[in-house]
């Protein structure tokens, strides 16, 4: 359904319902995607189209705000069924979006081969001539209607986050956190930082969340999952996410079984949390959710305190 600022939240049915979404905008008879999640999600975003009487060739755009697969893995398929559209992405995402045999490579030295097929199945490069890279305030015009696309890392050094003035809201990929619906309570949603490997940066993070608080918005677009707003106190309780995790692991650094104690830490912080929230059984609710989000979150914790003490960044 589309909302009274033109604006459609499409299920991209990536692991779970309500899990992945990517966006639609619509402005006078043209429109832009924000993310395409992956190659199963095209199908989807098609029919969001028809769903809303437009072409394919009313699309100007396919904004990404970052290129992991669950955001960016359709993004070449999705390209070859809009003829129209041109892929803005931030400059170090660019090159991953015009050859995407990296990003196949590492996903598939995660998951294996099967895994990675099931879930992505085979990347499609995008013609470097379709592809444009937004540096920070970087407008995209959508038929009069302004999208400012903002560097913003912390989650990668590679994410960008779309301002659109018209609905005061921002579209943050993961730069915002993750924030199911099912914690949902009578005091609001509910989110968590996502510092998955290998970018996450705490320094980074905090500052591009001031960022965004510092427009006002009225809402915020998240990936992980739709439309949330008291984006003040999101932002304030976000902030304050990071730095618990970010103590909490660098207590745990040197010791011999800092991975499975982390991921405990991190699911007492997240328990505690929820709980104060009003989350129904947040004890057993939270693992349960949140497995998958705790494993790689103390993975982006323990790269990041990895990196740090070597001194060095990873600049990709």
Not at 67 to 87: C, E, F, I, K, Y
Not at 111 to 117: D, K
Not at 218 to 242: C, F, K, P, S
Not at 262 to 289: C, F, K, M, N, W
Request: glycine share 8%; aromatic share 6%; with cysteine.
């Amino acid at each position: 359904m589309r909302d009274s600022h033109g604006i459609v939240t499409i299920d991209t049915g990536y692991q779970r319902p309500n899990f992945c979404a990517a966006y639609l905008i619509v402005e006078r008879g043209r429109a832009a995607f924000v993310d395409c999640g992956t190659n199963r999600s095209v199908p989807r975003l098609l029919a969001a189209l028809d769903a809303q009487g437009l072409s394919r060739e009313a699309v100007d755009w396919l904004i990404l705000t970052h290129v992991h697969l669950d955001h960016a893995g359709g993004a070449g398929s999705l390209m070859r069924a809009l003829p129209n559209a041109t892929l803005v992405v931030h400059p170090r995402g660019a090159p991953h979006m015009i050859d995407p045999a990296k990003l196949a490579a590492g996903a598939t030295a995660v998951y294996g081969e099967a895994e990675f097929e099931n879930s992505y199945g085979t990347l499609v490069p995008v013609p470097e001539s379709r592809v444009t890279a937004a540096g920070d305030g970087r407008v995209v015009d959508l038929a009069g209607r302004p999208l400012l696309c903002a560097d913003t890392p912390g989650h990668a050094r590679h994410h960008l986050a779309v301002w659109d003035a018209r609905s005061r809201s921002w579209f943050a990929g993961d730069i915002f956190g993750l924030s199911y619906r099912e914690f949902d309570t009578a005091r609001g949603a509910f989110a968590i930082p996502t510092t998955s490997p290998v970018q996450f940066d705490p320094e980074a993070m905090r500052a591009s969340v001031r960022r965004l608080l510092g427009e006002a918005p009225e809402a915020v677009y998240v990936t992980h999952y739709g439309r949330v707003t008291d984006v003040q106190r999101l932002g304030a309780d976000l902030i304050a996410l990071v730095e618990a995790t970010v103590a909490a692991a660098r207590r745990l650094d040197g010791d011999g079984q800092r991975h499975a104690r982390l991921v405990e830490a991190l699911t007492r912080i997240y328990v505690e949390r929820a709980q104060r929230h009003g989350v129904s059984d947040a004890q057993r609710a939270v693992p349960a959710l949140l497995a998958m989000d705790i494993e790689l979150n103390a993975q982006g914790l323990e790269v990041w305190l990895d990196r740090e003490e070597r001194g060095t960044r990873n600049e990709e």
